[in-house]
Nanobody, 126 residues
Framework: VQLQASGGGLVQAGGSLRLSCGSS????????MGWFRQAPGKGREFVAT????????YYADLVKGRFTISSDKAKNTVYLQMNSLEPEDTAVYYC????????????????????WGQGTLVTVSS
């Protein structure tokens, strides 16, 4: 699966953005999907994941209650709705697809994901 993330930009603290992750090749069918982020000078960290069946979502504590991951299988797109943004959310955001199809259980480890998009920059000003 080849992924492309979009929707990043500059927003003031307290604002909202919606990121999109589409496929330039292949389908998301059967893949758990996730969002990660990498802030300047820091390592990449898990943000959110959605199961291939859409039956569950899982969030990092730092974004729980503010971010929502969802998918539109008809459009082959995964979204990350980000509300109440804080300067600490400034990062390059990456979408990713599970290494394995139809995997059961929650995944949040970076090494569980095998396909990555190019990243989209989100900058939150104070």
């Amino acid at each position: 699966v080849q992924l492309q993330a979009s929707g990043g930009g500059l927003v003031q603290a307290g604002g909202s953005l919606r990121l999109s992750c589409g496929s330039s090749g292949g389908t998301f069918t059967g893949y758990n999907m996730g969002w990660f982020r990498q802030a300047p000078g820091k390592g990449r960290e898990f943000v959110a994941t959605i199961s291939w069946s859409d039956s569950y979502t899982y969030y990092a504590d730092l974004v729980k209650g503010r971010f929502t991951i969802s998918s539109d299988k008809a459009k082959n797109t995964v979204y990350l709705q980000m509300n109440s943004l804080e300067p600490e959310d400034t990062a390059v955001y990456y979408c990713a697809a599970d290494r394995r199809r139809f995997r059961s259980g929650v995944i949040s480890r970076e090494d569980a994901f095998g396909s990555w998009g190019q990243g989209t920059l989100v900058t939150v000003s104070s």
